[in-house]
């Protein structure tokens, strides 16, 4: 049987999609649970952090690396029976939707041009244009690492809720698997769908530079001071509660295009700070000090990273 092999010459800036992170003492990719139990006993055996790792569509990693077990699920299988899908965690949702295109399924339109795995989006239950990734989830399973068990849930076990889960809340458990149930629909009109998200995404997203995505989360209008509710002009949207998008205070306060080493809030969309030259990741930190600075001291709010820091 293949021994899982621990790679010592992995930097998170190859693994990341900020393209930023020093070195991983150990790199493991896993794709089936006897991997995964390896990797852990790695960890222990040398008294390491570990950490699961997706396709780091989420998170800022460390110039000075991870001094642990980096541990990358690679389940890439997808299985057909009826209209429940089951997937592997490792899966892109990119190929995840051009499978539900090649096969009529329709549910996930909604995920079109949505960087990252399967495994990623159920952990945070990403979302975007009305949809969540919990919408057509009927199962998880997935495996704990503190008591070596399978864990199999339905959609209601998983708590899932606004860019949260289970999984998100214990943080101790390598989603393996996913079924979705999804209705059978015309392939043109789901293709055509997905497309129209890709496009939207590529006109208001900073593509052309590797990124996160928003790195603030928006702010949520019931807990926002009533000061800044007043200010003429505000913009509230439904997100899918009434907030104050982020990117909206970040433009107001005259943030755009700031720069810090290679690291600049993009001027397409103020929620983001890309890595355009050569960025480490004290250059997006110290963006990110300033951002909530300045927010603080114009507007009065805290703003709270949505992305990780690692
Ligand atoms: C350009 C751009 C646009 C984006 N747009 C959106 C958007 O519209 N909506 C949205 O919600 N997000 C968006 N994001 C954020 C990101 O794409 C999602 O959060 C995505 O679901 C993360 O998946 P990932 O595989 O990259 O996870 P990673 O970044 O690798 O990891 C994120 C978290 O998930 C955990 N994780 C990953 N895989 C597993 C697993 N198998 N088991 C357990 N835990 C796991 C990690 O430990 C980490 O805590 C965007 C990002 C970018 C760069």
Same mark, same amino acid.
């Given at each position: 049987?293949?021994?899982?092999? &621990?790679?010592?010459?992995?930097?998170?800036? #190859?693994?990341?999609?900020?393209?930023?992170?020093? /070195?991983?003492? !150990?790199?493991?990719?896993?794709?089936?649970?006897?991997?995964?139990?390896?990797?852990?006993?790695?960890?222990?055996?040398?008294? $390491?952090?570990?950490?699961? $790792?997706?396709?780091?569509? @989420?998170?800022?990693?460390?110039?000075?690396?991870?001094? *642990?077990?980096?541990?990358?699920?690679?389940? /890439?299988?997808?299985?057909?029976?009826?209209?429940?899908?089951?997937?592997?965690?490792?899966?892109?949702?990119?190929?995840?939707?051009?499978?539900?295109?090649?096969?009529?399924? +329709?549910?996930?339109?909604?995920?079109? *041009?949505?960087? *990252?795995? =399967?495994?990623?989006?159920?952990?945070?239950?990403?979302?975007?244009?009305?949809?969540?990734?919990? #919408?057509?989830?009927?199962?998880?399973?997935?495996?704990?690492?503190?008591?070596?068990?399978?864990?199999?849930? #339905?959609?209601?076990?998983?708590?899932?809720? !606004?860019?949260?889960?289970?999984?998100?809340?214990?943080?101790?458990?390598?989603? $393996?698997?996913? %079924?979705?149930?999804?209705?059978?629909?015309?392939? *043109?009109?789901?293709?055509?769908?997905?497309?129209?998200?890709? #496009?939207?995404?590529?006109?208001?997203?900073?593509?052309?530079?590797?990124?996160?995505? +928003?790195?603030?989360?928006?702010?949520?209008?019931?807990?926002?001071?009533? %000061?800044?509710?007043?200010?003429?002009?505000?913009?509230?949207?439904?997100?899918?509660? &009434?907030?104050? &998008?982020?990117?909206?205070?970040?433009? /107001?306060?005259?943030?755009?295009?700031?720069?810090?080493?290679?690291?600049?809030?993009? %001027?397409?969309?103020?929620?983001?700070?890309?890595?355009? @030259?050569?960025?480490? +990741?004290?250059? =997006?930190?110290?963006?990110?000090?300033?951002?909530?600075?300045?927010?603080? +001291?114009?507007?009065?709010?805290?703003?709270?990273? %949505?992305?990780?820091?690692?």
């Amino acid at each position: 049987m293949r021994k899982m092999k &621990p790679r010592s010459d992995v930097e998170l800036k #190859d693994v990341t999609n900020y393209k930023i992170g020093g /070195r991983i003492l !150990y790199f493991c990719e896993v794709d089936k649970v006897e991997d995964i139990v390896e990797a852990l006993n790695l960890a222990e055996t040398e008294h $390491l952090p570990f950490f699961i $790792l997706g396709a780091g569509t @989420n998170l800022l990693a460390s110039d000075a690396g991870f001094p *642990g077990v980096v541990i990358k699920p690679v389940l /890439r299988s997808i299985e057909l029976e009826g209209s429940k899908l089951k997937v592997g965690s490792g899966l892109l949702v990119d190929e995840l939707l051009n499978f539900t295109i090649e096969h009529a399924l +329709s549910g996930l339109e909604w995920a079109g *041009g949505l960087p *990252g795995t =399967v495994g990623g989006a159920v952990r945070g239950n990403a979302g975007a244009f009305n949809g969540e990734t919990k #919408d057509f989830i009927t199962e998880v399973i997935s495996f704990d690492t503190k008591t070596g068990q399978l864990v199999k849930r #339905d959609n209601t076990a998983c708590m899932f809720s !606004y860019r949260n889960s289970i999984f998100k809340a214990k943080g101790d458990e390598v989603i $393996l698997f996913v %079924e979705f149930n999804l209705a059978k629909g015309d392939r *043109g009109a789901i293709a055509e769908s997905v497309q129209e998200k890709i #496009d939207f995404r590529k006109i208001r997203h900073p593509l052309e530079f590797p990124s996160a995505g +928003s790195v603030f989360k928006n702010v949520d209008v019931r807990s926002a001071p009533p %000061e800044l509710l007043a200010i003429p002009g505000l913009l509230i949207k439904n997100d899918p509660f &009434p907030v104050i &998008p982020a990117a909206h205070l970040i433009g /107001r306060a005259g943030l755009k295009g700031l720069r810090e080493g290679g690291a600049m809030i993009s %001027e397409k969309h103020a929620n983001f700070i890309v890595n355009f @030259n050569n960025a480490t +990741s004290s250059d =997006v930190r110290k963006l990110i000090e300033k951002v909530k600075t300045e927010i603080m +001291s114009r507007f009065g709010v805290r703003l709270e990273e %949505e992305i990780l820091l690692i």
